[in-house]
């Protein structure tokens, strides 16, 4: 299937998905809560579903309601103790996987895993460690099996993959009943792992924080608080778009945000003054800057973790870039992108939501369409991503003059 972008800048307002960050940790604490909880969205994208029936699959209940353009999903508590083998399958949502390896042997005796081709491939190993020096026997690969009860009082995970894995041994310290302290070793997505810190401490349950060691203090989730904020993962796509001359208004573009993608505007300032940009804690944001970088070259470094995404997201941007006529050079933890024209082309997603934005990005700054591959991608974090382009229209720089 083909779906195509007119070349040309845009204009006109666009609302944000809910932040997918924020959403994932809202509905798990939200079910460890002791009288659950709320959480509205504008909409449910396929990785959410998976963590709606993450809780499920460990014995809670989610009913959702959609009036008025709004999805309203109560969810009650989960089990505290589930002595009963349980199956969890997350398909494709790294995030739910990553924190329901840690959190479920915290819950179960025994819990069974099982993924989508693609995240069944990506790297389990910091958290497979985590379990198996807490107490936890854990069989595999896939189906991945635990066996044993996960109990930690004083602990350290390593992080230089991901920091799904501290944040799953955040929340499950929540189970533990007891003053917790978790040690962060070497994180390299630490703006994550602090927004679970601060998400938890928002909740009720005391924290505290000193260089990358968390103490999780004994205590019950009060309360989640129900509205998410825009996802500022996919607004760097229009940030980047306005950047490069559309004049998109982003209607809840949070001014200030636990959002690691925050960091967006630091990033472009540093392609600005043509100085390296340095994605070791944001590097999902290389897919826009890289776009934005056509403008007048840019080197992004600290992005070796991108190899093991939902693609090897190096590669696929890459091969975006090389479509639309830029030239690019890469190496295993580098990519330098030239200035350059960007040209019509066909761009293929290989699969990736974030290639399916970024290709948008690109047509606004086109001299002709972008035809893209695969553009079903999106809806791994944003299905009404199409919908909500298709009504910002080409800027017409005739219509002002008379």
Known sequence: MLLTFQGGPREGSLSLPPSKSLVHRKIILAALAPHGGEIYLSEISNDIKETI????????????????????????????????PIHIHVNESATTLRIALILAPALADSVSFTAGESLAARPMEEGIRFLKENGVKVTGPWPLETKGRL????????????????????????????DTTLS???????????MTAALIKEAGVEIEET??????????????TPHVEGDLSHAAYFI????????????NLPARSLQGDRKIYDHIKSIKENTPVDLTHTPDLLMPLAVLATQTGATFTGIRRLRTKET????????????????????????????GTITPGTVDTFGDHRIAFAAFAAACAATGPISLKNPEAANKSW??????VEKLPLIDENKNIK
Do not use: C, W
């Open 312 to 339: 090897d997201r190096i590669a696929a941007t890459a091969a975006m870039l090389r479509a639309l006529g830029i030239n690019t050079t890469a190496t295993e933890d580098t990519l330098k992108v030239a200035p």
């Open 53 to 84: 029936h993450l809780i499920k699959s460990l014995g809670g209940t989610i009913k959702i309601a959609h009036t008025k353009n709004t999805y309203h999903i109560t969810i009650s508590p989960i089990p505290k103790n589930i002595p009963t």
């Open 211 to 224: 260089q990358d060691t968390y103490i999780v203090h004994k205590g019950q989730i009060q309360k989640i």
């Open 151 to 178: 109990a930690f009082q004083n602990a350290k995970i390593h992080a230089e993959t991901t920091g799904q894995f501290a944040t799953g041994a955040l929340i499950a310290a929540l189970a533990q009943n007891r």
């Open 184 to 194: 962060v070793i070497n994180p390299a997505s630490r703006p994550y792992i602090a």
């Open 383 to 388: 299905p009404g991503f199409y919908a909500a």
């Open 240 to 251: 980047v778009a306005n950047e490069m001359g559309s004049r998109i208004r982003l209607e």
